[in-house]
Nanobody, 132 residues
Framework: QVQLVESGGGSVQAGESLRLSCVAS????????MGWFRQAPGKEREAVAS???????TYVDSVKGRFTISRDGPSKTLYLQMNSLKPEDTGIYYC??????????????????????????WGQGTQVTVSS
């Protein structure tokens, strides 16, 4: 049974930092994409960051330079280090997992790279509140 359990959320002032953690179990952690998503009140859920099975990260523009996603294999834990937090970072943060698909359109030019665009397993979420 797939389980993703987030922790680390809280209430902070703008400019402060938080680190979110997500412990995974019940599936082949090393071979999948992992990601963080967030949903602000009244808004749709958006992708924040993802990391493929090789550890290559991708970020939404609004968090580049402030957030760092990382994954630890032995502990099956995904992290999101969030620095210089802003009020617009407020929301429920969800951990997600999905298959790492080989990008066949880029294969000839770049060899094996992965697409992380099919997240089907989700955690329960952790609240992050940033006040100004």
């Amino acid at each position: 049974q797939v389980q993703l359990v987030e922790s680390g959320g809280g209430s902070v002032q703008a400019g402060e930092s938080l680190r979110l953690s997500c412990v995974a179990s019940g599936f082949g952690y090393a071979s999948v994409c992992m990601g963080w998503f967030r949903q602000a009140p009244g808004k749709e859920r958006e992708a924040v960051a993802s990391v493929d099975r090789d550890g290559k990260p991708t970020y939404v523009d609004s968090v580049k330079g402030r957030f760092t996603i990382s994954r630890d294999g032995p502990s099956k834990t995904l992290y999101l280090q969030m620095n210089s937090l802003k009020p617009e970072d407020t929301g429920i943060y969800y951990c997600a997992a999905g298959p790492a698909r080989v990008d066949m359109t880029a294969f000839q030019a770049r060899g094996v790279t992965y697409l992380c665009d099919d997240f089907g397993s989700w955690g329960q979420g952790t609240q992050v509140t940033v006040s100004s």
